[in-house]
Nanobody, 124 residues
Framework: QVQLVESGGGLVQAGGSLTLSCTASGRNLLSIGPMAWYRQAPGKQRELVATITSVRSTDYADSVKGRFTISRDNAKNAVYLQMGSLKPEDTAVYYC?????????????????WGQGTQVSVSS
């Protein structure tokens, strides 16, 4: 199993910045592939915010392009989301998601894992 621990959420005024962090750990963790951030606002479906591959290719939702930056530190099994020029509509619970491979030898399995979520609130 892989555990994801998120941090960095909070309350910020519109136009402000926050950086979210998510670190993966677990027994027999062999590698981490794509990493991503999702968010879910009250009464809405969870949506993809940003993704980053193992070779650091990135993609963003149109609503955050130019304002958010996703990055990763493979040595720390961590993914980050730098959020700038925040708007009230960015208010949501933010979740990290990773595709991780666990096991040993030839006995390996890749699965998706989710963080517990961190609240980001942007006041107008």
């Amino acid at each position: 199993q892989v555990q994801l621990v998120e941090s960095g959420g909070g309350l910020v005024q519109a136009g402000g910045s926050l950086t979210l962090s998510c670190t993966a750990s677990g027994r027999n963790l062999l590698s981490i592939g794509p990493m991503a951030w999702y968010r879910q606002a009250p009464g809405k479906q969870r949506e993809l915010v940003a993704t980053i591959t193992s070779v650091r290719s990135t993609d963003y939702a149109d609503s955050v392009k130019g304002r958010f930056t996703i990055s990763r530190d493979n040595a720390k099994n961590a993914v980050y989301l730098q959020m700038g020029s925040l708007k009230p509509e960015d208010t949501a619970v933010y979740y990290c998601n990773v595709r991780a491979t666990t096991g040993s030898g030839l006995d390996r399995i890749s699965s998706d894992y989710w963080g517990q979520g961190t609240q980001v609130s942007v006041s107008s």
